[in-house]
Every structure is written in structure tokens, then in C-alpha cells.
């Protein structure tokens, strides 16, 4: 995991704002920073004071950089700890914290004590949400058990994933849903079944955005 990029200011009538929820992407394997003014309370200068969404994930197992692999640092969970504590001594609201999965490696001998480690890590400080990825699905219960916050809006049976999950910040209502492409991950579980996009699924989160009456929305997407 790299150094975490400078954060990026939108304005009131551009970039990802607007009076309607707000929907971001989030696919990065380095920390990053989106500072987004939501619509709802106001600040003493009459103007809504800005939301912080930190996103992290990808770690493949890296638990510190190591230089090893062709696509860059991977890893550095004692530095997202470190960043995340100085995150939250800021002026303002407590950041969002949104984690995008693929976290562990894979389940060898060697993998297991990892898988451990990196759980309890993200447990210490744990995110408002994690998408699973591939290799947490691929190692089963093993991979979604110590209390993670995890989200799937695209599961049709809804028994092992919430689909939403909801923050409060400064008086604003903050949804974060997740979308898992059915190919991106196994799909031989019989606990959780992937609906793929189509008009029906869109119109299904449609209406639950229309419903829920949130302030914003954050999308978290693999595929």
C-alpha cells in the first residue's frame, strides 16, 4: 500500500455532488482520500462542511510492502493503522471508512497464520464497510467469519450479506452499497447467489434509494 494521494475537493454544483445521493466508485489497492460536499447539515459559514471516504483493500496477503511483486507495494496494514489515527484527530467529521476486499492470500500453511493476522488488524480498526472479494469467497466461511462489516446489494438470497450498510456523519446519512460481478468470484456457494446487472437489478436499487431517503449513496464494485 502506497502513500495515500491528496484528497480531491468537489464542488457544490460539480464533480460527484449534487442534491441528489451521490454514488463513487471505489476500486483502489492504495489508501486514497475523497473529500465530497453531501447535502444536509451546514457548518458555521452557512456551507456544508466536507465528508471524508477513505479507501483501502487488495492486500493479496502483503501484510507490509515488500517490493517483491511487478505491480507495485502491496500491503502495509501497520501504515493504514497509523493513517487512519491521524485521519481521525482532523478537524471535522470522522472519516468513512470503505474497505474493497481481496485481502487475503491463499490458504497454505504460511497463508492461514496471514489470513489471521490481517483479520485481526482489520478488526482493530474496523471499516464501515468491506466488500468481499475473490479470495475472501474462495476460502468460505473462513474468509467472511471475525465480524467484518460486509456488503453485498447484488445477493439474491440474503442470508450470508447485508446489502446496505449506514453510517451517520454531521447530521448526513451516508448508504454504502456493494456489487460483485458474478464472474469476478466463485459461484458455487450455496449460501449467497450473484444477480448479474440488468434492468430488474437496477431498478431494484433504484427503488431502494428512492425508499431509504439518504443523504448519499457510496457503490463499492468489483468486475
Do not use: W
Not at 23 to 45: E, F, I, M
Amino acid at each position: 500500500m502506497g502513500t495515500p494521494s491528496p484528497s480531491r475537493r468537489f464542488g457544490a454544483n460539480g464533480g460527484h455532488a449534487g442534491p441528489r445521493p451521490a454514488a463513487l466508485l471505489a476500486g483502489l489497492a492504495l489508501l486514497t482520500a475523497l473529500a465530497l460536499p453531501l447535502p444536509g447539515a451546514s457548518g458555521a459559514d452557512g456551507a456544508s462542511p466536507p465528508l471524508t471516504v477513505l479507501a483501502a483493500g487488495d492486500l493479496r496477503g502483503e501484510i507490509k510492502p515488500c517490493g517483491c511483486s511487478p505491480e507495485g507495494q502491496l500491503g502495509g496494514l501497520p501504515r493504514r493503522l497509523s493513517y487512519l489515527e491521524q485521519a481521525r484527530r482532523a478537524p471535522g467529521p470522522a472519516p468513512i471508512v470503505v474497505d474493497l476486499g481481496n485481502n487475503y492470500p491463499e490458504p497454505t500453511e504460511q497463508g492461514r497464520d496471514k489470513i489471521e493476522l490481517i483479520r485481526t488488524l482489520l478488526g482493530r480498526d474496523p471499516p464501515q464497510a468491506v466488500l468481499p472479494g475473490p479470495a475472501e469467497l474462495a476460502l468460505g466461511s473462513t474468509g467472511l467469519g471475525g465480524g467484518l462489516p460486509y456488503v453485498v446489494s447484488n445477493d439474491a438470497l440474503g442470508q450470508v450479506f447485508t446489502h446496505v450498510r449506514r453510517v451517520e456523519r454531521a447530521g448526513r446519512h451516508v448508504a454504502i452499497y456493494g456489487y460483485l460481478t458474478p464472474t469476478a468470484v466463485y459461484q458455487g456457494h450455496e449460501d449467497f447467489r450473484l444477480r448479474a446487472v440488468d434492468t430488474a437489478l437496477l431498478a431494484d436499487l433504484r427503488a431502494r434509494l428512492a425508499a431509504a431517503g439518504d443523504d448519499a449513496a457510496l457503490l463499492l464494485f468489483r468486475g
